[in-house]
């Protein structure tokens, strides 16, 4: 358990250092996955396809930046971060 523990805290700190590169990373496979789910669905036009894609995308980039903005709150009310 220990062990889990220690992972999932490695994990924090790398993103709390790398905080627009998980944003970014969470976009491009936001819009990967929405791209591939809406190429599945045979009655939309290429166009709406795209749009819809982008949506998706879109809102999961603001929920992965309010998440950010969580964690860069919740590090400078507990001190954890070293400035």
Do not use: F
Not at 18 to 24: E, I
Not at 37 to 43: A, D, I, V
């Amino acid at each position: 358990m220990a062990d889990a523990t220690t992972q999932i805290e490695s994990i924090r700190k790398w993103v709390v250092e790398h905080k627009l590169r998980t944003v970014g990373c969470l976009w491009l496979s936001g819009i990967t996955g929405s791209i591939a789910y809406n190429w599945s669905r045979p009655n939309m036009k290429t166009s709406v396809k795209i749009i819809h894609a982008r949506l998706h995308a879109q809102a999961l980039t603001l929920g992965a930046l309010a998440g950010a903005a969580l964690v860069e709150y919740y590090d400078h009310k507990t001190g954890a971060k070293a400035s």
